[in-house]
């Protein structure tokens, strides 16, 4: 026992380099689990907040019959939705953007912000919408 202690105490400044090293390591992988755990729920909570009521998302290759693939008649509380990229254009500006078809808005476009900006467009302007060719939607 005295030669271990004796070598503990020979060695005391290496062993405490390593105390230290060990501590640090330690401290710092603590935060960083802590900060990632942080980011997670952030961004998860973001998204849900994004989502709003959305919880389910069906996406098909192309158009489907709304009964045929929803279970437990959840189709009564669904909202079917068609999602094409297309190009928007007024005035010579042109922006690519994700149309999303919904019943709700019935003939009417509806733009977020930041297009409306880009193409300097307020309520009631004309656009050209130009979606992929036909042979791509039934």
Do not use: F, M, Q, W
């Given at each position: 026992m005295t030669a271990l202690f004796r070598s503990l105490w020979y060695d005391r400044w290496i062993n405490a380099a390593v105390i230290l090293g060990v501590f640090c390591a330690t401290a710092v992988l603590t935060g960083a689990l802590l900060v990632g755990d942080s980011m997670r729920g952030?961004?998860?909570?973001?998204?849900?907040?994004?989502?709003?009521?959305?919880?389910?998302?069906?996406?098909?290759p192309s158009f489907i019959a709304p009964p045929v693939f929803v279970p437990n008649n959840l189709w009564t509380e669904s909202v079917p939705v068609i999602?094409?990229?297309?190009?928007?254009?007024?005035?010579?500006?042109?922006?690519g953007v994700q149309i999303l078809g919904t019943k709700h808005f019935g003939n009417d476009i509806v733009a977020n912000q930041t297009l409306a900006e880009r193409l300097g467009v307020s309520s009631g302007s004309d656009i050209l919408l130009r979606i992929n060719s036909p042979q791509h939607i039934p």
């Open positions: 952030s961004l998860k909570a973001l998204t849900l907040d994004r989502l709003n009521r959305i919880d389910t998302i069906l996406t098909a999602y094409v990229p297309a190009v928007v254009e007024h005035e010579g500006n042109v922006c």
